[in-house]
């Protein structure tokens, strides 16, 4: 069965230091890899997401991600952390199924930044 | 991007009654609605896929009698919980997929917080 695995359940960083949120997951075939940030009380925003080709991906807001198939992973990086990027971080693996593209979560990482 | 919204935002309900949540796509169609239940310092769990024009695919675990799902239209699914108890509290999210296939990107909604007493 599919699953996410996001082995950190708070990180604190402090202003301007870069960040590493870690995601593993399990599943058969080609992954569809995907990082979602909700803030408190809202809804799930994209920041971005691994379908093919280039394993580094570039996302939104400075964010960029890794995929490395021999490590199972799909680690969420920026280089500088800004305040407003306190909240909390959904990793989530896809899978096809005949009506479209289904979603497992992650349990997510909240992350704090301290100026 | 595409936008989803839900309504309403938040919820208070009193226990017994029901209450019917909706999740429109604003801008495009969506043959496959996704409704999710997150509880406090969780993650999201899938409870069911909302088909148009077909009965809703519920997952594990999750009740179809108290969780009535309906997908009226390419642009509207609705979710109600019937006869909630506290125990159904929880914030409640939707998404939808512009597109079929392993490449529709799935856009949610804002969230519906329910609160019953």
């Known amino acids: 069965a599919q699953s996410v695995t996001q082995p950190d359940i708070h990180i604190t960083v402090s202003e301007g230091a870069s960040l590493e949120l870690r995601c593993n997951y399990s599943y058969g075939a080609t992954p569809y890899l995907f990082w979602y940030v909700q803030s408190p009380g809202q809804g799930l925003q994209l920041l971005l997401k691994?379908?093919?080709?280039?394993?580094l991906v570039q996302g939104i807001k400075g964010f960029e991600a890794e995929f490395k198939r021999s490590q199972s992973s799909f680690n969420l990086r920026k280089p500088s952390v800004h305040w407003s990027d306190a909240a909390e971080y959904f990793c989530a693996v896809g899978y096809l199924m005949e009506y479209g593209n289904k979603l497992v979560f992650g349990a997510g990482t909240i992350l704090r930044v301290k100026s | 991007g595409a936008v989803v919204s839900q309504h309403p935002s938040r919820v208070i309900c009193k226990s017994g009654t029901s209450v019917k949540i909706e999740c429109r796509s604003l801008d495009f169609q969506a043959t496959t609605m996704f409704w999710y239940r997150q509880f406090p310092k969780q993650s999201l769990m899938l409870m069911a896929t909302?088909?148009?024009?077909?009965?809703?695919?519920?997952e594990q675990g999750v009740e179809k009698d108290k969780f009535l799902i309906n997908h009226a239209s390419l642009t509207l699914s609705t979710l109600t919980v019937t006869s909630a108890h506290p125990e159904d509290s929880s914030f409640y999210i939707c998404?939808?997929?512009?597109?079929?296939?392993?490449?529709?990107?799935?856009?949610f909604g804002e969230g519906s917080r329910l609160t019953v007493l």
């Open positions: 998404s939808a997929s512009p597109g079929t296939g392993a490449t529709g990107e799935l856009f």
């Open positions: 691994y379908f093919s080709g280039d394993t």
């Open positions: 909302s088909n148009e024009g077909s009965k809703a695919t519920y």
